[in-house]
Nanobody, 121 residues
Framework: VQLQASGGGLAQAGGSLRLSCAAS????????MGWFRQAPEKEREFVAR????????YYADSVKGRFTISRDNAKNTVYLQMNSLKPEDTAVYYC???????????????WGKGTQVTVSS
């Protein structure tokens, strides 16, 4: 299983970025795809998740209303649209996959390499 995250970069507060996570190596129809983030000297935290089949979503309170997770079945890709960015959103963002609807890093089975998101004030 391979998860390849991309799309990070530098944005100003109030701006937007879109992250992508390309999945390969198996059929993901029964999986839950998630985004997590880790800021310097902080623990990795849950951001959002989506069920590949059906598309139901769940968000952390800190990003609800600002971030949107979605998937493109044809491209085997999951996206995280991040709007109204805040400096506290600065972190390395990771995509992950699991067969369960987990909200903790321990619940995720597969991880991609992270992509840096930096939001300036």
């Amino acid at each position: 299983v391979q998860l390849q995250a991309s799309g990070g970069g530098l944005a100003q507060a109030g701006g937007s970025l879109r992250l992508s996570c390309a999945a390969s190596g198996r059929t993901f129809s029964s999986y839950v795809m998630g985004w997590f983030r880790q800021a310097p000297e902080k623990e990795r935290e849950f951001v959002a998740r989506i069920r590949w089949s059906g598309g139901s979503t769940y968000y952390a309170d800190s990003v609800k209303g600002r971030f949107t997770i979605s998937r493109d079945n044809a491209k085997n890709t999951v996206y995280l649209q991040m709007n109204s960015l805040k400096p506290e959103d600065t972190a390395v963002y990771y995509c992950a996959a699991s067969t369960v609807a987990a909200r903790t890093p321990e619940g995720m089975a597969y991880w991609g390499k992270g992509t840096q998101v930096t939001v300036s004030s």
